[in-house]
């Protein structure tokens, strides 16, 4: 299967395009974010990586066609789980925060949580591919982000925020001027997920508290997340105020307790040599 196939994508105007993997049908399947900026293009998320999106990103001519490029195409990895870093490998420029560098550049699928099946994948995207085989490839990142970095686009510019809870490494990048806040798996409109290696409740709890701080501050109008829709402020407001309210209670803790034990258990089992 080309390239070309295996994603399709919708224009969102400004520069900014939607992504995703058509075979991937999977609450799992991520949003992958391409903003055409004047000085820099930056790709957010990257999908599983099984067929080349710089190829389809170039087949669609989604950058314009430009014979003097700016700068390589940097792709951002929100976090390092596996749905949104499975194809970091195949560009030039990576870029993820500090706290998961490791992971991906020892090609810790432990620590990348991977974890695909077959039913998963709908049309195979090549002839003999099994889930089972599925890895995310090791890759070095060449920016290493920190909070409060800014990625200069030339007409927009957006800021990391570190924003651990799901993963010790998860960032939003925020565009200030244009109030969009990329969101990664921070937050989405679904059930946030606590309970996965190196996830950590208080340190979510945190970061909801500065995503309402956000709204309160009127600083985002439009998330754009790594997963399902996107959605508004009052809804983000919403979603981070629920979780802060419900994370501490007892039945929570519990559940989340069980679910990170379940899941330490599988992941180990499918990813044994990562998981040294």
């Known amino acids: 299967m080309s390239a070309t196939e295996w994603y399709a994508h919708k224009s969102l105007g400004d520069g900014l395009f ?5 075979f991937y049908q999977s609450e799992n399947r991520a949003n992958i974010w391409l ?3 004047t000085h820099q293009d930056v790709v957010i998320d990257t999908g599983l990586g099984l067929r080349s999106l710089p190829d389809y990103i170039n087949a669609k001519a989604l950058l314009g066609d430009d014979p003097q490029r700016k700068n ?3 792709a951002i990895a929100t976090h ?3 749905d949104h870093s499975g194809g970091l490998h195949q560009f030039q420029q ?3 925060h500090s706290a ?12 990348t949580v991977t974890w695909l099946s077959d039913r998963e994948i709908v049309q195979s995207p090549s002839p003999g591919w099994r889930a089972r085989h599925y890895k995310v490839k090791a890759v070095q990142p060449t920016h290493i982000l920190q909070e409060g970095d800014v990625i200069n686009l030339g007409d927009r510019q957006l800021t990391v925020l570190h924003m651990p809870g799901h993963s010790r490494g998860s960032i939003c990048l925020h565009d200030r001027e244009n109030k969009l806040l990329f969101s ?3 937050v989405y409109d679904g059930a946030m997920i606590d309970w996965l290696p190196y996830s950590h409740v208080s340190d979510y709890i945190g970061s909801c508290e500065r995503l309402v701080g956000l709204v309160d501050s009127e600083q985002v109008d439009q998330v754009l997340p790594g997963h399902y829709n996107t959605f508004g402020a009052k809804r983000l407001h919403r979603i981070a105020s629920t979780y802060i309210n419900r994370a501490g209670t007892c039945p929570a803790r519990f559940s989340t307790f069980a679910w990170r034990t ?3 258990v599988a992941l180990r089992a499918s990813n044994p040599r990562s998981a040294c």
């Open 18 to 22: 939607w992504i995703q993997e058509r």
């Open 35 to 37: 903003i055409r900026g």
């Open 72 to 74: 390589p195409l940097l």
């Open 80 to 82: 390092a789980h596996f």
């Open 94 to 96: 990576v870029g993820v």
């Open 100 to 111: 998961e560098v490791d992971a991906l550049a020892n090609g810790d699928n432990f620590e």
């Open 184 to 186: 990664g798996d921070v």
């Open 262 to 264: 379940l899941a330490g």
